[in-house]
Nanobody, 116 residues
Framework: VQLQASGGGLVQAGGSLRLSCAAS????????MGWYRQAPGKEREFVAR?????????HYADSVTGRFTISRENAMKTIYLQMNNLKAEDTAVYYC?????????WGQGTLVTVSS
């Protein structure tokens, strides 16, 4: 599985960005996909996850609940992360991940910088 993330950039606090992640390759093995992020000097942390098989069950980190929305477009094997009301503490490299029956795959990161 290959994951291609895009959509990062520089935005002012209170603004919005939308990240995309397109999966290719053996995508039938994917159970769910999601986003993690890593801020400078901090460990990578969970942001959001969405199921790919069946229901569109979603999970969010407490820190982004109510501000971020994860969605999917199965035909294109693509997920999105709509980020609203961004805060300076959302500044991080965001990584797309796919969780499969046998292993996980990570995409390259996309940098999100929120200026206060």
């Amino acid at each position: 599985v290959q994951l291609q993330a895009s959509g990062g950039g520089l935005v002012q606090a209170g603004g919005s960005l939308r990240l995309s992640c397109a999966a290719s390759g053996r995508t039938l093995s994917i159970n769910d996909m999601g986003w993690y992020r890593q801020a400078p000097g901090k460990e990578r942390e969970f942001v959001a996850r969405i199921s790919i098989q069946g229901s569109r069950e979603t999970h969010y980190a407490d820190s982004v609940t109510g501000r971020f929305t994860i969605s999917r477009e199965n035909a294109m094997k693509t997920i999105y992360l709509q980020m609203n009301n961004l805060k300076a503490e959302d500044t991080a490299v965001y990584y797309c991940v796919s969780h499969g029956s046998f292993e996980d795959y990570w995409g390259q990161g996309t940098l999100v910088t929120v200026s206060s």
